[in-house]
């Protein structure tokens, strides 16, 4: 099948951009043994039949360095102690994701209209207008915006689908902003990893 080289160019370079995202935000995995808080401006809705919280109002949920902000926020345990999390952002603003790395002083960071936590498969689903950075030091080292981007923590690998259509970028393109690497985290680095679904489909 022929590809126009201007298609494998760009794929190429999402490629590259998420393999390089994916090896620097593996998540502290620490976090997964704390226990997790909830807190809400507005009183919380709590149904312990159905396992199912509700939260309103500049909501924080937290476990270990994980934060994920919202103004609402659904949290719904399984019957085999698994955790679900919807957090919904305002008109002001987007529900938000914050978790360090297992090393160094790096946090990725992430936004969007809404977000989807899964304990289970642990996976991250931002939805809308997202946004996820690596921050090194306070600085934002690497960017990655789309419609819809998608975290699995196990594989530590990230998929986009198409941006945001705005009047700056009217064809929805999928956008990457890579940060070059230090020399130490080169050397210790992992292989690129792109995922699949940016793959040239056979």
Known sequence: MYHHPHHL???AWIAVALGLMAAAAAA?????SKPMTLESDKPCTVDLARQVSICTGN???????????????????????????????????QAS???????GD?????????????????????????VVRRVRGGT??????GSQIVWDNLAEVFTVQGGT???DNP????????????????????????????????
């Not at 502290?28 to 997964?32: A, E, G, M, P």
Request: net charge positive.
């Open 106 to 130: 790096e946090y990725v960071e992430g936004r969007a209209d809404r977000v989807e936590y899964d304990s289970r498969n642990d996976t991250l689903r931002f939805i809308g207008s997202a």
């Open 9 to 11: 160019v760009r794929r």
């Open 28 to 32: 502290d995995k620490s976090d997964r």
């Open 59 to 93: 909501v924080l949920i937290a476990q270990g360095t994980l934060q994920i902000r919202a103004d609402r926020l659904e949290l719904r345990e399984t019957s085999d102690g698994f955790r679900q999390a919807l957090a919904i952002g305002s008109s002001l603003a």
């Open 165 to 167: 259509v705005t009047p």
């Open 140 to 145: 934002v080292a690497d960017e990655i915006s």
């Open 171 to 202: 064809g929805g393109r999928v956008r990457a902003v890579i940060a070059p690497r230090e020399p130490a985290a080169s050397a210790a680095g992992s292989e690129l990893r792109p995922s699949p679904a940016l793959g040239d489909r056979r």
């Open 97 to 103: 994701y914050r978790q360090r790395r297992e090393v």
